[in-house]
């Protein structure tokens, strides 16, 4: 498969990534939600795409994310037109419902992504392969790299693009005044779930929301706290994907654009050349979670990509 090349008219990496975000639509995807219970009584919203197949792809998505986003149906989208099961889960409190516990999701919580693995071999799939994105990506091969040797059998092989290997050099380059613009998205979305969330648990203060401006602030007084980790820096560490690539045992596909407004050289490591079961491409352009091509199908570069390993290997 060719390399990806960027469209002209997205002459920066800037237009790479927001482009497909924001104006992307994607037809013809149509889900079947189920709900699942967690083991300490939360929930998890899965939207399938069934085509009876006993092969399935999950997919995660991206901080803040869910599964309608545009990036997420077109991935559904081209595995279904190609026999696959689908399921995109969507994280505790991704999917219109704020979710019961005061725990809610980070790039580390791969407790959940088991779940939503454990309940597709409950249903009898015989593969099961992973595509993740962004934060989602980073779960992904975390979860991959944890399990090892014992991760099921039913997994077949794993994707995942633009990820924030090195979760910290990310959250300071999101933070840099260059790419406030994402920043503040993000901080916008994550604040007002945590203010929603105090309302149902008033165990939470929400004194901290207004001193914090950046990612990392919020996540060391908030995502490290309620998940059980000492600090952000902490947080980071435990979960940065990259300490976890060199354990991964299944084929695997990780993708990168150099050009990616999110991720510093940590994220493009250059010593698993030789790994076994790693596959890292690191493209010229990209963006963001973008890889958009104007075709008349509507499909992208990563759909096509994704399609390509999982089937092929290759």
Known sequence: MQAYRAPAILFTNHLETIYPALLRTVSGVTYLRERITTPDQDFLDLDWLNNQSQKL???SHGLE?????AYIKGMAKIFSMHGYDVVAWNYRGCSEEMNRQP??????ATDDLNLVVQHAISKGYSEINLVGFSLGGNLTLKYVGEQG?????????????????HLHSSSLKIASSAYGIYARRFLKSLKQKIARKAVRMPGIDTQALRHIHNLFDFD???????????????????CSSLYFLESIKRPALLVNAQNDPFLRPQCYPQEFTHHP???TEYLTHGGHVGFAQFTKNGVYWSELRALQFIQSGI
Not at 65 to 69: A, D, I, L, P
Not at 103 to 108: D, E
Request: avoid cysteine.
């Open 65 to 69: 994310g869910n599964s309608q986003r």
């Open 220 to 238: 060391d007084a908030y995502t490290a706290k309620l998940h059980g980790f000492a600090s952000a820096l902490d947080y980071y560490e435990k």
């Open 57 to 59: 792809v999950i997919l």
């Open 277 to 279: 079961y790693l596959v």
């Open 103 to 108: 725990r809610f999701y980070h790039s580390g």
């Open 149 to 165: 040797t014992a991760l099921a059998k039913q997994v077949n092989r794993v994707v995942a693009f633009s990820v924030p290997l």
